[in-house]
């Protein structure tokens, strides 16, 4: 699979929920990311888009095949998930908003 079919894979699912930004704008033709300038030029403004593109860029690798590149890209993504998911558990348990190491969480805090 190449990364560009890995990443218009992943955009159906994404724009089922932001059917305005796909994945595939995020991407040059081969699939490979957009330089900075190249978004600010393009007028892209889905910032969760390019992350998420970002993500499963670095973790392609284009000698595994199809079963492997899925599983690489859905481990990368789940792990952005479970991320957001402490956030989310973060921002609405009332934690001060002080400074953490980031490998560990916040006193009072426990991920998920």
């Known amino acids: 699979m190449t990364l560009i079919d890995l990443i218009r894979r992943a955009s159906a699912g ?3 929920g932001v059917p305005e930004s796909p994945l ?8 490979t990311p957009l ?3 190249e ?10 888009a390019r992350f998420l593109v ?4 670095e973790t392609y690798d284009p000698d595994a095949g199809d ?3 899925l599983a690489g890209a859905a481990g990368v993504i789940s792990n952005a998930r ?3 998911d402490n956030i989310l558990h973060a921002l609405g348990s009332g934690l001060p908003t002080t400074a953490v ?9 426990t991920p998920r």
């Open 24 to 31: 595939t704008w995020q991407v040059r033709p081969d699939g």
């Open 82 to 84: 479970r991320n957001l």
């Open 39 to 48: 978004y600010e030029a393009g007028g892209c403004e889905d910032a969760l």
């Open 67 to 69: 079963e492997a590149q």
């Open 54 to 57: 970002a993500e499963i860029a």
């Open 101 to 109: 190491d980031p490998g560990r969480p916040a006193a009072g805090f």
């Open 35 to 37: 330089a900075p300038a």
């Open 14 to 16: 994404y724009e089922e």
